[in-house]
């Protein structure tokens, strides 16, 4: 199984209390809650969260966190992070969708 492909069955299985659609974008495989993207598992098994712009600067300081990029250079702004293979492990994961799926819940009370 591919790096992407176990990524997409991790994140399929932590959302699926939340009906999440699946939708190929962002180089990956984006999942959709109540039609807002909450993460995507890209091709190179690393996963692309949407945050809250508040919190970058301390989800960027944890292991395996970097500014997400759009191709090779162009940054995505801050309310969005990459998150490396190796800090997706056990764990991991979950605490990576936590700060997703915050912000996604906030977005849904405005």
């Known amino acids: 199984m591919t790096a992407q492909k176990d990524l997409v069955e991790r994140v399929r299985d ?20 109540e039609d807002r993207m909450v993460v995507a598992a890209r ?21 395996g966190a970097h500014p997400a990029l759009m191709g090779a250079d162009r940054p995505m702004g801050d309310g969005w992070i990459s998150v490396e293979q190796a800090a ?17 819940a906030a977005q849904g009370a405005e």
């Open 88 to 104: 997706l492990q056990g764990p991991g994961l979950e605490s990576w969708l936590e700060p997703a799926l915050t912000f996604h």
């Open 14 to 33: 932590a959302l699926r209390a939340r009906n999440p659609r699946e939708v190929s974008m962002f180089g990956g495989v984006s999942f959709m809650v």
């Open 43 to 63: 091709r190179e098994g690393t996963l692309l969260l949407r945050i809250d712009p508040t919190d970058a600067e301390d989800l960027l300081a944890r292991p």
